[in-house]
């Protein structure tokens, strides 16, 4: 069996203009990309052209490699950052929620708990019908491991909004979620 090469090492053959460095980095990444901008976009379509276009300028943006930690990292910003412009572009806007303190009712160990025992289908299926802003929120914190202040800033809100959007999405989800598994508790 062949060593992988590091993406590191996918860098310099690319900065040599090597196209097999240019392919074997798409192929590495470009399905996780996809379904990180397809997240956000929900249109098959627009995110193979989002997902295009980020390679497209990572790749044209070498003399920025040098501040590249994580290849992945960077294209999966890129790309959730360009998904973000069209939909603003498409006049799809969020609109900032009042910031409000959410006090921890003590429900958040049972949601944890449930969410954890559902099957991921169904998950990503209540989450797919979530809109707008909350299901940006949700498809950021939970998907893409990015922190409430990361969500706060990519969608230009405040970490306090993020938040209150993850929690009424959180709930909503939850509801959604019992009424499929027809649970009374």
Known sequence: MQNQLSDKDLLAMCQSGNESGFAQLYHRYAKKIFNSIYRVLSNQEESEDILQETFVDFFSRSDKWHLVLSVEAWLRRMGVNKAISLLRKNKQYFTPVDDLEIQDDGEDELLEKEW?????????????QLTGVPKMVVNLYLFENM??????????????????????????????????????G
């Open 116 to 128: 954890r025992e559902c099957r991921l289908t169904d998950l990503e299926a209540v989450i797919d």
């Open 147 to 184: 922190s409430h202040d990361e969500v706060a800033e990519t969608l230009g809100m405040t970490a306090v909004a993020v938040r209150s959007q993850y929690h009424r999405a959180k709930k909503k989800i939850y509801e959604q979620l019992k009424e499929r598994y027809n649970y009374a």
